[in-house]
C-alpha cells in the first residue's frame, strides 16, 4: 500500500534562519506530489506541484522553493525564513488519474519566531 | 479570486442530525469536486467525490449533490455522529494535460457535533 511519510511534525525557527522539509512516498511510483500550506484561520494554498524529477511549478511568489531530487522525494526549502512563513504545511501525492483527489502526509506546524 | 468558497466558517449540528455543508465555485471548467476532513494537526482525509457529470454520489453517511447550474455543491451526513467533528474543505479540478490534477480549495467549514 502506499504511504507518506513527512518530517519534522513540528518546528520552531528564529527569522532569517533557513527551512528544510522533507516529505517521502513509498508505495507508488511516478507520483505527483504537492506541497499546500494552511495559514491560520485560512484554506489550503497551493504553494508548488511536482510531475517528475526535477520539474517543479510554482503557484504563487514566496520565500521559498522545492526540488524534486529523486521520484518519491520532494523538499520544501528556504534561505531565509520570514514570520509571514509560519504555518501548517502539507505535502501531498496522486496518482494520474482524475477524481481520485490527493493523499496527504501529516503535517509540519512550522513557528517562525 | 477565490475560485472555490465555503461561506460558512463554522457549523453546529445536534448528534443523530443532518450536517449539510455547502460549497459554492466560479470556474466552470472544474470538472470534479471533492470533500475532505481534517482533524487538527491532521493532514486532510479523502471523504468522497462527484463527477461533473453526476448530480449526486453517495457513499455510506455522506452524500454530495451537484447543481452545476448553480455552481454549487453540498455534502451531507446523516445521521451525524460525534467523530465527524472536524474542518471541511470543499475542493474542485478542472481538467489538465499530462495527468497533473491540480485542486483548488476552499477555507473550510468547522462542524462540531453536539452530544
Known amino acids: 500500500s502506499q504511504t507518506i511519510h513527512q518530517w519534522p511534525a513540528t518546528l520552531v525557527q528564529p527569522v532569517g534562519s533557513p527551512l528544510s522539509l522533507e516529505c517521502t512516498v513509498e508505495g507508488t511510483s511516478n507520483p505527483n506530489l504537492y506541497w499546500y500550506r494552511q495559514a491560520a484561520g485560512r484554506g489550503l494554498q497551493l504553494l508548488f506541484y511536482?510531475?517528475?524529477?526535477?520539474?517543479i511549478s510554482s503557484e504563487v511568489p514566496q520565500n521559498l522553493s522545492a526540488s524534486r531530487p529523486q521520484d518519491r522525494q520532494f523538499i520544501l526549502s528556504s534561505k531565509k525564513l520570514l514570520l509571514s512563513d509560519s504555518g501548517f504545511y502539507l505535502c501531498?501525492?496522486?496518482?494520474?488519474?482524475?477524481?481520485?483527489?490527493?493523499?496527504f502526509g501529516s503535517g509540519t506546524r512550522l513557528t517562525v519566531v | 479570486d477565490q475560485q472555490v468558497k465555503q461561506n460558512s466558517p463554522s457549523l453546529s449540528v445536534q448528534e443523530g442530525r443532518i450536517s449539510i455543508l455547502n460549497c459554492d465555485y466560479t470556474?466552470?471548467?472544474?470538472?470534479?469536486f471533492l470533500w475532505y476532513k481534517k482533524y487538527p494537526a491532521e493532514g486532510p482525509t479523502f471523504l468522497i467525490s462527484i463527477s461533473s457529470i453526476k448530480d449526486k454520489n453517495e457513499d455510506g453517511r455522506f452524500t454530495v449533490f451537484l447543481n452545476k447550474s448553480a455552481k454549487h455543491l453540498s455534502l451531507h451526513i446523516v445521521p451525524s455522529q460525534p467523530g465527524d467533528s472536524a474542518v471541511y474543505f470543499c475542493a474542485a479540478s478542472a481538467a489538465r494535460g499530462g495527468g497533473n490534477e491540480k485542486l483548488t480549495f476552499g477555507t473550510g467549514t468547522r462542524l462540531t457535533i453536539i452530544p
Open positions: 511536482s510531475v517528475g524529477i526535477g520539474q
Open positions: 501531498a501525492w496522486s496518482v494520474q488519474a482524475r477524481g481520485r483527489g490527493y493523499t
Open positions: 470556474n466552470s471548467m472544474f470538472d470534479y
